[in-house]
């Protein structure tokens, strides 16, 4: 394209030229389909692709394997549900959980939509090599391991929070604050079904009556609480079911949260690498956490500081499975 000023703009250029190539894609992709009488909007096909894979999921669960956002998730569902192919149906093992599968429509059409993707693939191959894509998938893991915001903070910004062991006057607001983020999550037990659970969560300070057991909490410059989590040196403390409090020469870090509207400036991750310093600091050679599924988001960014599923570490707590990961550290003492 000559004299193109988005080129000209160079990096400053970069998402105006990823949102207009996304523009023109979706323009053409739209009018295609509107030729073929094809009742489908553009990425349905994922949508379509991951449900015969998967053939059932919650919208949670679809996001969170896509990564979209939630909410864009639950309009393009809906708009497919409207068209008919998609069924939306309760658990039966858990009435808290909606899940969406294709419909008998979208399973009859289904082929006659392959064979025209299978095309479009086809085609899509003469503009985007296998080296782009290879491209691509560095540029997202970049964004991924670490955001925007995160790396212009370190560069540019002021401090946006500092961490450390949290004051006795802040454990009842960091006990609410583990209520909100924990009720919160889609499918997630509620209060009324593990009232002991979230009564552990409302006296989280209560843990710290335990020998090198510390609660960490992430503070704004201006001291608001914006996340925090357990650190136990000791596993005998640890408090969960399973071998874990068995564990030896290691520590470990429980009920991590963050406030819903601190997320995106990397408190998740930062108070985890706080706690695997910690860990080398005392000399232990792995750390020992665990999560569930509702907390897939979580997984990802565990995976990106090294965590390994570890299912000797499993447990159940009530009926819900609880899975257990392991970070194996070269320590020196």
């Known amino acids: 394209m000559d004299n193109d000023f988005l080129t000209e703009l160079g990096h400053l ?20 389909y509107a030729k073929l009488d094809l009742e489908i909007e553009p990425n349905w096909h994922v949508i379509f692709m991951l449900l015969k894979q998967r053939k059932k999921l919650t919208v949670t669960e679809i996001a969170s394997i896509l990564g979209f956002s939630h909410p864009a998730m639950i309009k393009i569902t809906k708009k497919m549900k409207t068209k008919g192919f998609l069924e939306t149906f309760k658990d039966t093992k858990d ?21 025209e993707w299978n095309r479009i693939r086809e085609i899509l191959k003469e503009f985007v090599s296998d080296d782009f894509l290879t491209s691509l998938d560095i540029l997202e893991n970049k964004f991924f391991s670490e955001s925007f915001l995160e790396r212009y903070q370190a560069r540019f910004g002021p401090n946006q929070f500092s961490i450390r062991n949290a004051k006795p006057s802040e454990f009842k607001q960091i006990g609410r604050l583990m209520i909100d983020v924990y009720s919160g999550l889609e499918g997630f037990p509620k209060a009324d079904e593990q009232p002991a659970y979230y009564q552990t969560l409302a006296n989280i300070g209560d843990f710290t009556k335990n020998p090198s057991t510390e ?16 650190f136990f040196n000791d596993m005998q403390f640890y408090g969960s079911g399973g071998t874990a409090p068995k564990e030896k020469n290691a520590s470990g870090f429980r009920l991590l949260a963050v406030s819903d509207a601190s997320r995106g400036m990397g408190l998740g991750k930062a108070l985890s690498k706080a706690c695997i310093e910690k860990t080398i600091e005392n000399g232990h050679d792995q750390v020992i956490i665990h999560s569930t599924k509702f907390m897939k988001v979580a997984w990802k960014m565990y995976k990106t500081l090294g965590f390994e599923r570890s299912e000797d570490l499993d447990f159940k707590q009530g009926a819900l499975p609880v899975y257990g990961f392991r970070l194996k550290l070269k320590t020196h003492k």
């Open 215 to 230: 609660l960490l909490v992430a503070v704004s410059p201006e001291e608001k609480v914006l996340g925090a989590v357990l």
């Open 95 to 115: 009435g808290r959980r909606t899940l969406i599968q294709l419909s008998e429509k979208g399973k009859r059409l289904l082929p006659v939509f392959e064979e």
């Open 13 to 32: 250029g970069f998402t105006a030229r990823i949102k207009r190539l996304n523009e023109r894609i979706v323009s053409s992709t739209v009018s295609h």
